[in-house]
């Protein structure tokens, strides 16, 4: 069993920065695929960024929804069992309440990565409003 536990979320501007970081429970969590969802109100639950290994696991490699590339950086410090969205340039579209999830064992790619199914472990979710 893992637990994730996030933080950071809050009230922000248009433009604004903010860091959601996420603590998780585990010895391995280095081996640990991790990532972040969000849903905003009256919508699905969509995907935002992840961290995964690759299928011969010597590397780490990062996915990015489309419409936050270049805006959003998912980094890990496995020393503190802790991964981390950096949200730079934010709109008020990216208002939504934020999941950090994780995967123990198992291989994505691509899309696979983007998957809701392929988490195990979601947590509480924070919210993160960013006004115009």
């Known amino acids: 069993q893992v637990q994730l536990v996030e933080s950071g979320g809050g009230l922000v501007q248009a433009g604004d920065s903010l860091r959601l970081s996420c603590a998780a429970s585990?010895?391995?969590?280095?081996?640990?695929?991790m990532g972040w969802f969000r849903q905003a109100p009256g919508k699905k639950r969509e995907f935002v960024a992840a961290?995964?290994?690759?299928?011969?696991?010597?590397?780490?490699?990062?996915y990015a929804t489309d419409s936050v590339k270049g805006r959003f950086t998912i980094s890990r410090d496995n020393a503190k069992n802790t991964v981390y969205l950096q949200m730079n340039s934010l709109k008020p579209e990216d208002t939504a309440v934020y999941y950090c999830?994780?995967?123990?064992?198992?291989?994505?790619?691509?899309?696979?990565?983007?998957?809701?199914?392929?988490?195990?472990?979601w947590g509480q979710g924070t919210q993160v409003t960013v006004s115009s």
């Open positions: 585990g010895r391995a969590f280095s081996y640990y695929a």
């Open positions: 961290n995964t290994w690759s299928r011969d696991g010597t590397y780490l490699i990062a």
């Open positions: 999830v994780s995967r123990v064992g198992g291989y994505c790619s691509g899309n696979g990565c983007y998957d809701v199914q392929f988490y195990d472990y």
